[in-house]
T-cell receptor, first 115, second 112 residues
Framework: DSGVTQTPKHLITATGQRVTLRCSPR?????VYWYQQSLDQGLQFLIQYYNGEERAKGNILERFSAQQFPDLHSELNLSSLELGDSALYFCASSGMAWEGGNEQFFGPGTRLTVL | GENVEQHPSTLSVQEGDSAVIKCTYS??????FPWYKQELGKGPQLIIDIRSNVGEKKDQRIAVTLNKTAKHFSLHITETQPEDSAVYFCAALSFGNEKLTFGTGTRLTIIP
């Protein structure tokens, strides 16, 4: 158990809909990262938040957005869903971002299926 | 940006033998190289990592080596056991940029 929790575990929805994925980092971790894992793209970095502020952005679609709240939990919002958005979405957390190269610990993931 | 290549994509090893997975990276500024193990239905689990100021690191049956000049690093698993069967991912990260770039994964199967 990494200490990172994600809800829900599974999500099935229809095209065009909007969903919210939730992540709680390990106790004391200030950084939260979101990754997408699909069969053809592997593990892809989406976005990082550090202590409530956006810190880095990967290939995140404009239809996707995220935020980190004062209690450090994070939410990833996916809107106007398409079939191709079906994937596993992982959240990871780590310590002080400015130390660089800190271990990232992954949650169990949310499996999103868009029908 | 960083590009990480990982080989092989699949690997079958007899129980008790050793397994080696290799990765190369493109960004010479990368200085942190973790390895993750992912079992079916679970998130990636950090199993070992190495920083650029070290050439080798060992943790029981698992070791990682880093060649900064050649920009490649490898995972070595000795005395393999059935529970080592999983998908293994290498990754690279450069200081000041906390974005991990992952390799494409290696599916390791241990044959009893």
């Amino acid at each position: 158990d990494s200490g990172v929790t994600q809800t829900p575990k599974h999500l099935i929805t229809a095209t065009g809909q909007r969903v919210t994925l939730r992540c709680s980092p390990r106790s004391g971790d200030l950084s939260v990262y979101w990754y997408q894992q699909s069969l053809d793209q592997g593990l892809q970095f989406l976005i990082q938040y550090y202590n409530g502020e956006e810190r880095a952005k990967g290939n995140i679609l404009e239809r996707f957005s995220a935020q980190q709240f004062p209690d450090l939990h994070s939410e990833l919002n996916l809107s106007s869903l398409e079939l191709g958005d079906s994937a596993l979405y992982f959240c990871a957390s780590s310590g002080m971002a400015w130390e660089g190269g800190n271990e990232q610990f992954f949650g169990p993931g949310t499996r999103l299926t868009v029908l | 940006g960083e590009n990480v290549e990982q080989h092989p994509s699949t690997l079958s090893v007899q129980e008790g033998d050793s397994a080696v997975i290799k990765c190369t990276y493109s960004d010479s500024a990368s200085n942190y190289f973790p390895w993750y193990k992912q079992e079916l239905g679970k998130g990636p689990q950090l199993i070992i990592d190495i920083r650029s100021n070290v050439g080798e690191k060992k943790d029981q049956r698992i070791a990682v080596t880093l060649n900064k000049t050649a920009k490649h690093f490898s995972l070595h698993i000795t005395e393999t056991q059935p529970e080592d069967s999983a998908v293994y991912f290498c990754a690279a990260l450069s200081f000041g940029n906390e974005k991990l770039t992952f390799g494409t994964g290696t599916r390791l199967t241990i044959i009893p």
